[in-house]
């Protein structure tokens, strides 16, 4: 509900490409975090929820399946810089319009919440619900 | 600048108050900087390390140098340097207290190259770490706080136990960093707008107001909450939403500052927002100055403008000239009345 959700996918933030949708995703955290907090990213396009180990996660010229994501915690995502997820999608053109859900989740290292004997980090949750025009 | 007399506290400014600015399309350190210069909120600069600089902890020399440059050529004194603790980074296996000491004295290390005299996070509340991270800080000349934030107040259990802690250890490079959210009187309009325009349902907005404004400590306020709003039809996700309610804001009675004030090292004066007559309307700001100049605090007070978590509707740069104005004018009256 707070203003940084609304940057978690900017209106420019999807492309077509070939089999594939291409969509920019950016933090809704205020500091740098390793990748490995990326614990859920539940994508749905068109209504179609995409399995999370279909993704491919782009970012300073490495990729990552979902999978490999939790042992990237010394890999640092910048808070100005969106993460690349390679979405399969048949048919996706530019002009299109998809509407894209992303439920994400990210893991800050830093906030351990809980109580004793069940402590865990934050998980820092943010909703997208958009309809968006492919580049 | 905005200046106060030097035995007086000192105001300034953390870039954090800047969130919402850094994601602006063409935002640079140097212009962000520059434009706090043009607008005198200094004289004091703070910033968070994985917030404003790239690599952080591990930055190359002209790094530095272009960095403490851009601080210093605008007439900025550095101040505190926020770092993090990120001891679950990797989620299989947390960092253990050594680790989690040279996690720490890495960034202790880069904030001393870029001019700033405190390092502060949270940490590990034992005595081995506090300890060790004494004598990285005696090795560096490094002083630390950590923060007392909310909804920790100076007698919840972990901050009594590391109230102790200090005194045995009695390090006088180790300290605190009170902020302001741990004393508030009523909970932000800002977020009570926030949530109304969310589509939270108001019964549910209310009666977790009910619960942050009753005379219990923290953890009955969750344990009550947790166990009521379902009641009212709080799905998981209202829950999330509305605990930050309780998370984000203590209420502590400001005066009982005055139990820590010996071994604050700096402070935070994060707010939410500022009314018609440029009052904070949820921190009682004439209190907690009283507290500091009861105690002769004459450290830095970074204002922390958070109110960014909730809207976008204000700029972030009026809030924190806003702010330091009624601190200021706080500050200095409240000063000279006991003078005279």
């Known amino acids: 509900?707070?203003?940084?959700?609304?940057?978690?996918?900017?209106?420019?933030?999807?492309?077509?490409?070939?089999?594939?949708?291409?969509?920019?995703?950016?933090?809704?955290?205020?500091?740098?975090?390793?990748?490995?907090?990326?614990?859920?990213?539940?994508?749905?396009?068109?209504?179609?929820?995409?399995?999370?180990?279909?993704?491919?996660?782009?970012?300073?010229?490495?990729?990552?399946?979902?999978?490999?994501?939790?042992?990237?915690?010394?890999?640092?995502?910048?808070?100005?810089?969106?993460?690349?997820?390679?979405?399969?999608?048949?048919g996706a053109t530019p002009g299109s319009e998809h509407r894209v859900h992303v439920d994400l989740g990210l893991?800050?290292?830093?906030?351990?919440?809980?109580?004793?004997?069940?402590?865990?980090?934050?998980?820092?949750?943010?909703?997208?619900?958009?309809?968006?025009?492919?580049? | 600048m905005t200046q106060t007399a030097p035995n007086l506290p000192q105001l300034g400014l953390t870039l954090f108050s800047l969130?919402?600015?850094?994601?602006?399309?063409?935002?640079?350190?140097?212009?962000?900087?520059?434009?706090?210069?043009?607008?005198?909120?200094?004289?004091?600069?703070?910033?968070?390390?994985?917030?404003?600089?790239?690599?952080?902890?591990?930055?190359?020399?002209?790094?530095?140098?272009?960095?403490?440059?851009?601080?210093?050529?605008?007439?900025?004194?550095?101040?505190?340097?926020?770092?993090?603790l990120d001891l679950a980074r990797n989620r299989a296996q947390w960092m253990d207290e050594q680790e989690g000491i040279a996690y720490l004295e890495a960034q202790i290390v880069t904030a001393k190259r870029l001019g700033f005299p405190i390092a502060k996070s949270a940490i590990i509340t034992t005595e081995s770490?506090?300890?060790?991270?004494?004598?990285?800080?005696?090795?560096?000349?490094?002083?630390?706080?950590?923060?007392?934030?909310s909804p920790e107040s100076v007698d919840s259990p972990g901050i009594l136990e590391l109230r102790e802690i200090f005194e045995r250890v009695d390090s006088p490079w180790l300290g605190?960093?009170?902020d302001f959210s741990s004393s508030m009187h009523s909970i932000p309009p800002s977020l009570l707008a926030a949530h109304r325009e969310s589509g939270m349902p108001e019964e549910l907005t209310q009666f977790a107001s009910e619960v942050w404004n009753s005379d219990t400590t923290m953890p009955e306020k969750f344990a009550a909450f947790a166990q009521e709003a379902p009641k009212l039809g709080a799905t998981p996700a209202d829950m999330g939403k509305l605990n930050m309610i309780l998370t984000m804001h203590g209420r502590m009675d400001p005066r009982r500052w005055s139990e820590i004030m010996d071994r604050v090292v700096h402070v935070h004066a994060k707010f939410y927002g500022?009314?018609?007559?440029?009052?904070?309307?949820?921190?009682?700001?004439?209190a907690i100055v009283d507290v500091l100049l009861d105690a002769g605090f004459n450290g830095s007070i970074s204002s922390e403008w958070e109110g960014h978590a909730y809207t976008d509707a204000v700029s972030g740069w009026d809030m924190v000239r806003g702010q330091q104005a009624l601190l200021a004018k706080l500050i200095n009256e409240r000063a000279a009345a006991r003078v005279g």
């Open chain 1, 107 to 135: 893991s800050i290292p830093y906030i351990i919440v809980g109580p004793p004997q069940a402590r865990t980090p934050l998980l820092a949750a943010s909703v997208t619900d958009k309809t968006l025009v492919c580049n």
């Open chain 2, 176 to 178: 605190w960093v009170p």
């Open chain 2, 274 to 286: 500022l009314d018609e007559h440029g009052d904070e309307p949820s921190i009682d700001h004439a």
């Open chain 2, 129 to 149: 770490f506090v300890r060790k991270l004494a004598e990285v800080c005696d090795r560096h000349g490094m002083q630390f706080g950590v923060e007392l934030h």
């Open chain 2, 19 to 84: 969130t919402l600015e850094m994601r602006e399309p063409g935002y640079t350190l140097a212009g962000m900087i520059g434009h706090a210069a043009e607008l005198d909120l200094g004289p004091g600069l703070e910033m968070v390390g994985f917030q404003s600089l790239r690599g952080w902890p591990h930055l190359d020399d002209a790094t530095i140098d272009h960095v403490r440059g851009l601080i210093e050529s605008n007439g900025f004194t550095q101040t505190a340097m926020s770092c993090n």
């Open chain 1, 1 to 90: 509900m707070g203003p940084l959700d609304k940057d978690v996918v900017r209106p420019n933030g999807l492309k077509a490409a070939g089999d594939k949708l291409e969509l920019q995703l950016r933090s809704h955290w205020y500091r740098s975090l390793p990748l490995s907090s990326l614990k859920v990213v539940d994508i749905a396009i068109d209504g179609e929820p995409v399995d999370s180990d279909a993704l491919t996660f782009s970012y300073e010229g490495k990729s990552y399946a979902f999978s490999d994501l939790p042992a990237q915690y010394d890999e640092w995502w910048y808070i100005t810089d969106p993460i690349t997820i390679e979405i399969p999608h048949d």
